[in-house]
């Protein structure tokens, strides 16, 4: 859908308490399902051992709390704060990167976020979903190969792996969240936020 939807959408204002809970109430699904997910990611590493970079695929997951917390609650920083702490709650739990990702969840979630400054945070069609998605993947990934992937090759692993997780970014957490957002709509869930105010237009 395009984002001339959003056009009319006023500038977000300050945050109120609802605000932050559901940011935290995200972020506390959002980190159990991010550790979850590691296990996931650990185990089609061996089937895809003929093309690594396909891994990126998978990647999207792990953005989707950088898309939907700003469709959904329209703050700015929602996204940031939102993954965040999911990334800090994986880490709690026990994640393999140990507290290396709470520093990727604010990367990711200032990538997310660069989508909705570009629009002035007043559009959340479509378009700027998938592209928060895809830039949050970009610099979870750049964060990756500098991190973890250091010496491996540029073009033959480097290149393909970012754009596949950006594909993925794109997808899952970009129109995933869009999805999602739809999907509550009916359930009253979001009518105390703007996306809910504005069902008859998404």
Do not use: H
């Not at 395009?2 to 995200?26: E, H, K, Q, Y």
């Not at 089937?47 to 917390?69: C, M, Q, R, S």
């Amino acid at each position: 859908m395009p984002d001339s939807v959003s056009f009319n959408t006023p500038a977000p204002g300050r945050w109120r308490t609802v605000d932050i809970l559901t940011c935290a109430v995200l972020a506390v699904a959002f980190g159990v399902v991010f550790w979850a997910w590691n296990f996931v990611w650990a185990g089609i590493e061996p089937a895809l051992a003929f093309l690594p970079p396909l891994k990126g695929l998978v990647y999207g997951v792990w953005l989707i709390p950088a898309v939907l917390a700003p469709l959904i609650v329209r703050r700015v920083g929602a996204g940031l704060l939102t993954e965040f702490l999911a990334a800090a709650v994986s880490a709690l739990l026990g994640s393999f990167w140990g507290l290396l990702v709470v520093y990727q969840g604010l990367v990711q979630g200032l990538g997310g976020e660069l989508a909705f400054a570009a629009g002035r945070y007043r559009r959340y069609g479509a378009p700027t979903a998938v592209a928060a998605g895809a830039l949050a993947c970009f610099a979870a990934t750049l964060f990756d190969v500098i991190a973890y992937y250091p010496y491996y090759d540029f073009w033959a692993y480097k290149v393909p792996y970012i754009a596949f997780a950006m594909l993925s970014g794109a997808i899952v957490a970009g129109l995933g969240s869009k999805a999602l957002v739809k999907a509550m709509l009916p359930t009253g869930v979001l009518d105390r936020f703007p996306a809910g105010r504005e069902r008859a237009r998404i």
